[in-house]
């Protein structure tokens, strides 16, 4: 399971710092992303980072967002800087597991976290 927090209420040009953390019976983790999805909108992909560090963003907020993780606490964040209203969107992390199972099988999945709302005001 995935829990994303760390959503509110911003100004513009104003900062916040999204987390997301990987609970359960998860033996590893591989690449994890942001995505948002504005109202009337399709999902996009915001940053994705692998499991040794390698990170990936859209065009709209590279130099202004930083994607980062700590493996240890199977934990991933999103810092964001200079927010714009077009930056108001519920964000949704995700992250490619491999957990075990009951039967003690390993499962190979992506996972995704419920959301987190992020509002800019202008």
């Known amino acids: 399971q995935l829990q994303a927090s760390g959503g509110g209420l911003v100004h513009t040009g104003g900062s916040l710092r999204l987390s997301c953390v990987a609970s359960?019976?998860?033996?590893?983790?591989?690449?994890m992303g942001w995505y948002r999805q504005a109202p009337g909108k399709q999902r996009e992909l915001v940053a994705t980072i692998s499991s040794g560090g390698s990170t990936n963003y859209a065009d709209s907020v590279l130099g202004r967002f930083t994607i980062s993780r700590d493996n240890a606490k199977k934990t991933m964040f999103l810092q964001m800087n200079s927010l714009k209203p077009e930056d108001t969107a519920v964000y949704y992390c995700?992250?490619?597991?491999?957990?075990?199972?009951?039967?003690?099988?390993?499962?190979?999945?992506?996972?995704w976290g419920q959301g987190t709302l992020v509002t800019v005001s202008s």
């Open positions: 359960g019976n998860i033996i590893r983790i591989d690449d």
């Open positions: 995700r992250a490619d597991t491999l957990t075990i199972n009951h039967s003690g099988e390993y499962v190979a999945e992506r996972a």
